[in-house]
């Protein structure tokens, strides 16, 4: 069982990239300047109800967990482990890394529960999926987001159960991780000319269509891949998204969107 949760709903500079309060590493100087460069202030700063605050955290965090698999693929990234970690490292480490505090708090926690796909417990755990299981994929959620930041996200970590025993290592794994994915940013800064992602909207769906459009031009100022992504939004038929190498696209399905909906209602339900 999780704790219980409150959702914060602050979501006023999510398409912002600010680094305030960021340290960065010397590794990560260049990557670090290029997203001050695209600070440019909230580019639709507007009060959202905590539920669309939610959805809109997941829908960045699932994108950049989508690019995680285009960069792994397009950067011909070595992979120790499961790639499907390695990507949801990179979306906490996005999340940590490019906005400000209390942006990025309330997109970490909302992000970390839209890893608990059945709420209420009553699927089956399927310890054979190529993901982990979601409370695992929470949990290393946490420990990194709480990790990057431990002397001022106490109260997250006691907020989201995060036991003593994973927090002491917490920020040992964060600058693990930092270390691995700045060193494909940084051969992405010195190596690669950089070819931009191209956004595909979908009819009937503005609201995923506003935050994927945004959200694919800041990240063609900070990301360099040395082929275009198509980042598209389309129904698909089922709550999913996914990267396809075999036309380098990151799909995200509309259906995604009713999904977490019912994530939150269960949620804010138990
Ligand atoms: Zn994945």
């Given at each position: 069982m999780l704790t219980p949760y409150r959702?914060?709903?602050?979501?006023?500079?999510?398409t912002s990239f600010c680094l305030n309060g960021y340290d960065p590493m010397p590794r990560l100087y260049v990557f670090a300047t290029a997203v001050s460069l695209a600070?440019?202030?909230?580019?639709?700063a507007q009060d959202v109800s905590p539920r669309e605050a939610f959805v809109e955290a997941n829908i960045l965090s699932i994108y950049y967990h989508e690019l995680g698999h285009a960069i792994i693929d397009l950067m011909e990234v070595p992979i120790f482990g499961q790639e499907e970690d390695a990507a949801d490292v990179l979306s906490v480490l996005l999340i940590n890394w490019l906005f400000d505090e209390e942006t990025a708090v309330s997109i970490a926690y909302d992000a970390a529960f839209g890893y608990i796909n059945d709420p209420d417990g009553t699927h089956e755990v399927h310890?054979?999926?190529?993901?982990?299981?979601d409370e695992q994929r929470y949990y290393n959620h946490v420990c990194i987001f709480f990790g990057a930041n431990p002397e001022e996200r106490q109260n997250l970590a006691l907020d989201l159960g995060l036991p003593e025993d994973r927090a002491q290592w917490c920020s040992v794994e964060y600058a693990q991780a930092e270390e691995a994915w700045g060193l494909i940013f940084d051969e992405m800064d010195e190596h690669v000319e950089g070819v931009p992602m191209v956004f595909v909207p979908a009819d009937d769906a503005d609201r995923v269509n506003r935050i994927l459009a945004a959200e694919v031009a800041n990240m063609n100022t900070i990301v360099k891949l040395p082929e275009a992504v198509t980042v598209k939004v389309d129904a698909?038929?089922?709550?999913n998204a996914f990267y396809d190498p075999s036309d380098i696209s990151i799909t995200f399905c509309t259906e995604f969107i009713a999904h977490l909906e019912d994530i939150y209602d269960k949620t804010t339900e138990n």
């Amino acid at each position: 069982m999780l704790t219980p949760y409150r959702f914060s709903g602050i979501i006023s500079g999510m398409t912002s990239f600010c680094l305030n309060g960021y340290d960065p590493m010397p590794r990560l100087y260049v990557f670090a300047t290029a997203v001050s460069l695209a600070c440019l202030g909230p580019v639709h700063a507007q009060d959202v109800s905590p539920r669309e605050a939610f959805v809109e955290a997941n829908i960045l965090s699932i994108y950049y967990h989508e690019l995680g698999h285009a960069i792994i693929d397009l950067m011909e990234v070595p992979i120790f482990g499961q790639e499907e970690d390695a990507a949801d490292v990179l979306s906490v480490l996005l999340i940590n890394w490019l906005f400000d505090e209390e942006t990025a708090v309330s997109i970490a926690y909302d992000a970390a529960f839209g890893y608990i796909n059945d709420p209420d417990g009553t699927h089956e755990v399927h310890y054979w999926d190529i993901h982990g299981p979601d409370e695992q994929r929470y949990y290393n959620h946490v420990c990194i987001f709480f990790g990057a930041n431990p002397e001022e996200r106490q109260n997250l970590a006691l907020d989201l159960g995060l036991p003593e025993d994973r927090a002491q290592w917490c920020s040992v794994e964060y600058a693990q991780a930092e270390e691995a994915w700045g060193l494909i940013f940084d051969e992405m800064d010195e190596h690669v000319e950089g070819v931009p992602m191209v956004f595909v909207p979908a009819d009937d769906a503005d609201r995923v269509n506003r935050i994927l459009a945004a959200e694919v031009a800041n990240m063609n100022t900070i990301v360099k891949l040395p082929e275009a992504v198509t980042v598209k939004v389309d129904a698909c038929g089922e709550a999913n998204a996914f990267y396809d190498p075999s036309d380098i696209s990151i799909t995200f399905c509309t259906e995604f969107i009713a999904h977490l909906e019912d994530i939150y209602d269960k949620t804010t339900e138990n």
